[in-house]
T-cell receptor, first 116, second 110 residues
Framework: GAVVSQHPSRVICKSGTSVKIECRSLDFQATTMFWYRQFPKQSLMLMATSNEGSKATYEQGVEKDKFLINHASLTLSTLTVTSAHPEDSSFYIC????????????FGEGSWLTVV | AQRVTQPEKLLSVFKGAPVELKCNYSYSGSPELFWYVQYSRQRLQLLLRHISRESIKGFTADLNKGETSFHLKKPFAQEEDSAMYYCALRGNNAGNMLTFGGGTRLMVKP
C-alpha cells in the first residue's frame, strides 16, 4: 500500500523552544493530510485537517497559533509546535490520502515529542 | 455529531478462542466504517472497511445499521493478533476525516 513517512520519530526539546515534525507521502499525492494527537492509553484525537495549498482547519480546542500546520505541497505537511511546554509532550500522528489511494487513509509512524 | 464507542479497553482471550471486538457508532447519515490495527511499535494500518465486505487475516466485520454496530470478529484467535484495534467512522460529508473509537487492546494468550 501507500506509504506515509513521519520524521523525526522521537524528539526531545526544551521548554519554550519550537519543534517541527514532517509528514511525507512517499508514493502518492496527499491532497488531504490529518494531524492527530494521542495521549498514553487514549485514542487518537484529531487536531487539524490540512488541504494542500490552503489553511488548515483546526478542531475545537486546538490552538492554531501554537500548532502551526503547513501543507505547502501534495507530498509534505509539517506540524510545528511553538513555544513548547511539558504538557505538549505526546505522540503525534499524521495521515494522508487522496484520489490515488482511493481515499484510503494511510498513517505515518508517529512522532514522540518530549518537552523538558 | 459523529461518535465511535469501543466499550472494552482490554480483551484477553486464549489462542484458538473466538474473539469479538465491539464497536458502536452514532451518526445521522450513512457512514463508512473501518477497523484499524496497530501492532506493537508499528504504525496504524487499515485492517478492513465495511464497504469491501472482505475477510482480512481471518477477521470479519458486519455493519448493523439497526444496532449501529460494526463489531470485529474472528473465530479462532492467534497470538499474532495481539494488537490495538481501533474502530473508525467517516461521515459522508467529512471528506476523508476519520473519527476514532477509544481502541481495544487484544491480548491472545498461548
Amino acid at each position: 500500500g501507500a506509504v506515509v513517512s513521519q520524521h523525526p520519530s522521537r524528539v526531545i526539546c526544551k521548554s519554550g523552544t519550537s519543534v517541527k515534525i514532517e509528514c511525507r507521502s512517499l508514493d502518492f499525492q496527499a491532497t488531504t493530510m490529518f494531524w492527530y494527537r494521542q495521549f498514553p492509553k487514549q485514542s487518537l484525537m484529531l487536531m487539524a485537517t490540512s488541504n494542500e495549498g490552503s489553511k488548515a482547519t483546526y478542531e475545537q480546542g486546538v490552538e492554531k497559533d501554537k500548532f502551526l500546520i503547513n501543507h505547502a505541497s501534495l507530498t509534505l505537511s509539517t506540524l510545528t509546535v511553538t513555544s513548547a511546554h511539558p504538557e505538549d509532550s505526546s505522540f503525534y500522528i499524521c495521515s494522508g490520502g487522496g484520489r490515488q489511494t482511493g481515499n484510503t487513509i494511510y498513517f505515518g509512524e508517529g512522532s514522540w515529542l518530549t518537552v523538558v | 455529531a459523529q461518535r465511535v464507542t469501543q466499550p472494552e479497553k482490554l480483551l484477553s482471550v486464549f489462542k484458538g478462542a473466538p474473539v469479538e471486538l465491539k464497536c458502536n457508532y452514532s451518526y445521522s447519515g450513512s457512514p463508512e466504517l473501518f477497523w484499524y490495527v496497530q501492532y506493537s511499535r508499528q504504525r496504524l494500518q487499515l485492517l478492513l472497511r465495511h464497504i469491501s465486505r472482505e475477510s482480512i487475516k481471518g477477521f470479519t466485520a458486519d455493519l448493523n445499521k439497526g444496532e449501529t454496530s460494526f463489531h470485529l470478529k474472528k473465530p479462532f484467535a492467534q497470538e499474532e493478533d495481539s494488537a490495538m484495534y481501533y474502530c473508525a467512522l467517516r461521515g459522508n460529508n467529512a471528506g476523508n476525516m476519520l473519527t476514532f473509537g477509544g481502541g481495544t487492546r487484544l491480548m491472545v494468550k498461548p
